[in-house]
């Protein structure tokens, strides 16, 4: 089974709104990974986070790798509709485990 | 275009069978991992190669078996297919000492009956 936990399992927001998902772990990792998945297609990374506290951004994303090194968050700002997906944080301790969380289904509304 | 493409796109295997996923990585790219992804769940690690040798495994059975070879490409093999080994199998790879994850190919989608 899943060693993350991410929440919330699905988000329904206006177009124009903020989002945050986030993700724990009992275990400690050197590693956060956040990816997106359209329908059809493999994940895609969306932002990769190698230290303690780290906060990076890619455009209206930004994710913080927590200073536990065991959570870490992923915020949209303004969502616009092609940011539906399915968006899914990793970790991975040793680069030879990358762990995946079950997923936020994020859907927008015009 | 991601750069790891695999095959074939969908498979139809009876239970018992034995499968062949293939999956080629983009050039450098010497680390390889396979993941099985159940619907509505998240990637679930079954193995990683580096160099064509097998550098971590997830909790899978060993009738889950795979090769990496030196021109990129890498197989993953099922034997003794179940019903519960539907699922959408994904391919990633990376450059060691890469920075910037795994790109993951499109998956196979394999259903068992």
């Known amino acids: 089974g899943q060693q993350l936990n991410q929440s919330p399992q699905s988000m329904f927001i206006q177009e124009g709104e903020d989002v945050s998902m986030n993700c724990t772990s009992s275990?400690?990792?050197?590693?956060w990974l956040w990816y997106k998945q359209d329908p059809g297609e493999g994940p895609v990374l969306l932002i990769a986070l190698y230290k303690a506290g780290e906060l990076t951004s890619n455009g209206r994303l930004t994710a913080q790798f927590g200073i536990t090194r065991k959570d870490s968050f992923l915020n949209i700002s303004a969502s616009i509709p092609s940011d539906v997906g399915i968006y899914f944080c990793a970790g991975d301790y040793n680069n030879n485990d990358m762990r995946f969380g079950a997923g936020t289904r994020l859907t927008v509304k015009p | 275009e991601t750069g790891v493409t695999q095959s074939p796109t969908h498979l139809i295997k009876t239970r018992g069978q034995q499968v062949t996923l293939r999956c080629s990585s983009q050039?450098?790219?010497?680390?390889v991992s396979w993941y099985q992804q159940a619907l509505g769940q998240g990637p679930q690690f079954i193995f990683q190669y580096y160099r064509e040798e097998e550098n971590g495994r997830g909790n899978f059975p060993p009738r889950f078996s795979g090769l990496q070879f030196p021109n990129y490409s890498s197989e993953l093999n099922v034997n003794a297919l179940e019903l519960d080994d539907s699922a959408l199998y994904l391919c990633a790879s990376r450059e060691v000492g890469g920075g910037d994850g795994y790109t993951f190919g499109s998956g196979t989608r394999l259903t068992v009956v």
């Open positions: 275990s400690i990792f050197n590693t």
């Open positions: 050039s450098g790219h010497n680390t």
